[in-house]
């Protein structure tokens, strides 16, 4: 589960608001499932501690980009104990916030196994933002269920997202693992191809500029023609709390009031493929989404998809 915009005028419809702080902490599904993968592979599963660093070239939040573009990088830790508990803290940096260093994101769960078919797993998370006035919703509630049927691999996701406000998040989604040892010069290589769907509560807000005789900032809003479209296009609440992340004035001259709607939100499919060299792995990540308009959500959406690096280290313990 892991953000960039260009800085001129002229180049700001290439920039990107991104939403997604809330959803894309490091412990995403794809990387539980290697976990488990590596856990039910030994006979006794064992503690283990990694380190891993990330890039993303466009940051979304659940499956929305909104037409500006925003890369991120992010750094972390996290540990494993054998009994099921683990822990996770990342760092993430955006291209396009200021500061640049937007977020620090804290992961505390268990992990467990009902025989060697299904493993589960509940997180608490907390997401310190470096500008915590701008944001509504800072921890999440998640649960996991993920079932092992050789190649196919079923799972669900829920994230129940609190703060100011509340929102929910529901993930059915298929991964297929094709895998193969010793192959070159690597230990182990797989691709996991992955369908998925999210249905999720948001807030629609209607918002309004309200008129100002503040000449900077009608300058500012005349170079920025998509961003005054996207801002009368009823954006959703956590759409909002990045927007005023990257433009923080905004907030002075935003009237506002909002509605909680339910619905589809986006059809996404990812395709990781992942080296692993003794306890380095290394993982190239293609997604692409087809996002789906809210009851109520106005601004247009578009199809969009962005690549993804990451490199794992990890010291068995």
Known sequence: MAASGQENDKNDNNHELDLSLLDELDLD????????????????????????????????SSGRDLDFRQYGFNLGVGYFHKSGLFANVNGFWYSDFDPNYGLTAV??????????????LGSYDHSFFTAE???SLTNSLNGTVIFDFAFF??????????????????????????????????????LRPTFSVIFGSTEIVNTKLQSTDDQNFNRFLSFRP??????????????????????????EFLAQNGENVFGLMNYGFSFPLSVGIGSTSLVFTYTYNIPEELPGELFELSPNDYISLSLYYKFKL
Do not use: C
């Open 133 to 135: 006035e701008n944001v």
């Open 107 to 120: 992961s505390l769960g268990y992990l467990g196994f009902i025989g060697k078919k299904v493993a589960y």
């Open 29 to 60: 599904t794809l990387t539980l499932i290697d976990l488990i993968d590596s856990l039910l592979s030994m006979e006794e599963p064992g503690s283990q501690l990694s380190v891993n660093a990330g890039y993303i070239s466009q940051i979304t």
């Open 153 to 190: 691999e079923p799972y669900l996701d829920y994230s129940f997202y609190f703060g100011r406000g509340n929102t929910h998040r529901i993930s059915p989604g298929i991964t297929l693992d094709l895998k193969k040892r010793n192959w070159l010069i690597f230990e182990s290589i797989s």
């Open 226 to 251: 998509r961003l005054k479209e996207f801002l009368e296009s009823n954006p959703t609440q956590e759409q909002i709390d990045v927007l005023l992340r990257v433009y923080p004035r905004l907030q």
